[in-house]
């Protein structure tokens, strides 16, 4: 009987570790909805947000015209709300793209009383920085 519970502990383990991650209640329209928000901030010019100066002074340079080519999710952490990690690919309208990590708070629910609060991107760096 105890190698049937060790048996079935370790399936029970494979499964959590090999299961998607939108089974936790993150589906990919949230984690695309993330990325967007978290666009429109930075291409808004951040203020207020912790930016490093390369980052800055692209966003600066580039006043509003960055696309964003493509992202991907690095890591996830909910608290009240949802903090994402993002690599990011952004292109200037000259063509020239730029990598930047960024670090994304969305608190949905706050649209209506704050909406200034719903979201709000903590961190900008441009890869490679420290």
């Not at 200037?92 to 793209?97: A, C, I, L, Y």
Request: glycine share 6%.
């Amino acid at each position: 009987m105890k190698r049937m519970s060790v048996l079935m502990f370790f399936l029970a383990l494979l499964c959590f570790i090999w299961m998607p991650q939108q089974s936790f209640g993150q589906s990919t329209n949230d984690v695309d909805e993330a990325a967007q928000n978290a666009f429109n901030i930075i291409n808004g010019g951040c203020s207020g947000c912790n930016v490093d100066a390369q980052s800055k002074q692209l966003l600066l340079q580039t006043a509003g015209s960055l696309k964003l080519e493509s992202y991907e999710l690095m890591s996830s952490q909910v608290v009240a709300g949802m903090i994402y990690n993002f690599n990011m690919e952004v292109m200037d309208s000259s063509g020239h793209s730029e990598n930047m990590t960024v670090k994304f708070w969305s608190r949905p629910w706050l649209v209506q009383k704050s909406p200034s609060d719903a979201y709000k991107v903590l961190q900008v760096k441009a890869a490679g920085s420290i």
